[in-house]
Structure formats: structure tokens, C-alpha cells
């Protein structure tokens, strides 16, 4: 069994990963567009997530800097992007998980949000992931699609070394080629092993990176038999990025979801999460 991380506060809905919880998903748009169109998705999943009973956290990125192309859209930037992640917080009563790149962002994203999420390229930077940990918000760090699952103890090391143990862990896939990601779901019950959650990046493992020559590409109508392999191989949670028209976003526009699969997906994976725990 896994460690139950407990994410919110007093005053925000509480959401557990590990442990014998509940299932839980982490889920939202790639990045902040603008505010509408968060709010839309917000109020859509966590509606969708209470119908269905599942843990949720809402999640966007207010900078995206591992763009492929220089030209593609970033987000908002820092000061706005926090203050439209604190509006979702408050308003629909949710945990808000984003990326930071810089170990700068890690105290003021550590003062609006409940998780800082560091981003695959980055996870061996020292000074960022401990950067993350000193502001005692739960660390969420996505394996490198260079790494193998058992590098993620020296990385688990490094943000205890801060005195924080709130630590997730996401499988996005491994590096296969040129332009190619693989999941190896026995790396989940490797990473399982170190004592922390293991959470499933579903629509990202998808991901073709840099496939489209000056953007990644994707196959999202694999993302549903990566996030159900994942869950029956023991994953305590779930990280899928939607959008109510993937086609127009502005960011991974070739592999996130549409809104309108969620709930045929949620229940499935919800299901079979508490058939493979019996």
C-alpha cells in the first residue's frame, strides 16, 4: 500500500491519493487559454466527478516552456494565470495542481495552489524539485521519458531532503525512437514500491513529441486503454488533460481528451479501480 496524500485545506475540499482512498483524477485543460473557457471545464468536472463519487483536482498550467516551437502559446504567465487558478479554487471548492519550471515560481505558486507539479524534462533539476519541496505543498513529479521508474528514488530523496514527504509520482511514458512514447505498466508497481502514489498521466503517454515538426503530435483514442491498463496494474490515480474542443486548443491540441468522453471513461476506470483492490 501506498502513502495517502491528502490534498486541499481546511477551508477547500479535501482529495486523497494512495492509501485506500477513494479513486481520484487530476484533470483539466493544458494550459490556461483564458478564463472562460477554465471555468467551463472546472465547473463540468467537478460537477461530473460528485455525480460519479471520484476524488478530483482541477488542473492547468499558466506557462508552458517546453513548447516545441518558440511561436506556439505559452499561457497567461504567472500573476494572471495564479489569480484565475485561485478564482477555480474558490469557487468550485477543488485542489489545483500546476506545473512550475523555475524554482522562483515554487513559493508564490506555493501560496495559491495545492500541488506543483514538476514537469518530466525537469524532474532531475535539484533546485527546482527542492525548491517545490521547501514550500511543504505536495510535489507532483512526472517520471522522464528518459528515466526508468527506479531512477525516481534519488528524485524522491532530494525533496524529502527538504523535510516533505506529501510526494507523487506520474508515469507520461518512455522515450522509443524518434517521436515515440511507450508505457510499461510493470513500472507502475516499480514505482509503487518506493511507498508513494502512483498516478497515471493518460493522455500525455499518448503524446508523439515534436511529431508534427513544429508541435507534438498524438493518438488520444489510446489514452482510454492506457488509463484502464493502468489503473488494473495498480495506478492510484489518474492525470488526464480535456478540452471541450482539442481540436482549437491552443496547447497538446493532438492529445487530450474531449469533455464528452469523460464520463463513459471515468466510470469504467472508477470501476475497475475497486475491482483490482478487492
Given amino acids: 500500500m501506498t502513502k495517502a496524500v491528502t490534498l486541499g485545506s481546511e477551508t477547500i475540499k479535501q482529495a486523497i491519493i494512495g492509501g485506500e ?11 490556461i487559454e483564458n478564463r472562460d473557457l477554465c471555468m467551463k ?25 517546453n513548447r516545441s516551437s518558440g511561436a506556439s502559446f505559452r499561457g497567461p504567465g504567472l500573476e494572471e494565470g495564479l489569480k484565475i487558478l485561485s478564482d477555480i479554487r474558490q469557487r468550485f471548492n477543488v485542489p489545483i495542481v500546476t506545473d512550475i519550471h523555475w524554482p522562483e515560481q515554487a513559493q508564490p505558486c506555493g501560496q495559491v495552489v495545492d500541488v506543483l507539479q514538476i514537469p518530466a524534462f525537469l524532474s532531475r533539476q535539484t533546485d527546482l524539485v527542492q525548491a517545490a519541496g521547501r514550500t511543504g505543498k505536495c510535489v507532483q513529479v512526472k517520471k522522464a521519458q528518459f528515466a526508468a521508474p527506479w531512477d525516481m528514488t534519488n528524485i524522491i530523496n532530494k525533496i524529502k531532503e527538504t523535510g516533505n514527504d506529501n510526494i507523487i509520482l506520474v508515469e507520461r511514458g518512455t522515450s522509443f525512437g524518434y517521436n515515440r512514447l511507450v508505457c510499461d505498466m510493470t513500472g507502475i508497481e516499480v514505482m509503487r514500491r518506493t511507498g508513494y ?14 511529431g508534427l515538426g513544429n508541435a507534438s503530435g498524438g493518438a488520444p483514442d489510446m489514452a482510454g486503454i492506457l488509463a484502464l491498463a493502468a489503473v488494473a496494474a495498480g495506478a492510484d490515480g489518474l492525470f488526464i488533460e480535456t478540452h471541450p474542443q482539442p481540436q482549437n486548443a491552443l496547447s497538446d491540441a493532438a492529445c487530450m481528451l474531449p469533455m464528452d468522453q469523460m464520463e463513459n471513461l471515468l466510470k469504467k476506470c472508477r470501476d475497475c479501480y475497486f475491482l483490482v483492490r478487492q
Fill in 41 to 65: 471545464i472546472a465547473e463540468f468536472l467537478t460537477t461530473l466527478c460528485e455525480r460519479l463519487q471520484i476524488g478530483y483536482l482541477f488542473k492547468a498550467s499558466f506557462d508552458k516552456a
Fill in 197 to 210: 502514489p502512483v498516478v497515471m498521466d493518460a493522455t500525455h503517454s499518448t503524446q508523439q513529441p515534436g
Fill in 21 to 31: 482512498s477513494n479513486f481520484t483524477v487530476i484533470a483539466g485543460p493544458c494550459v
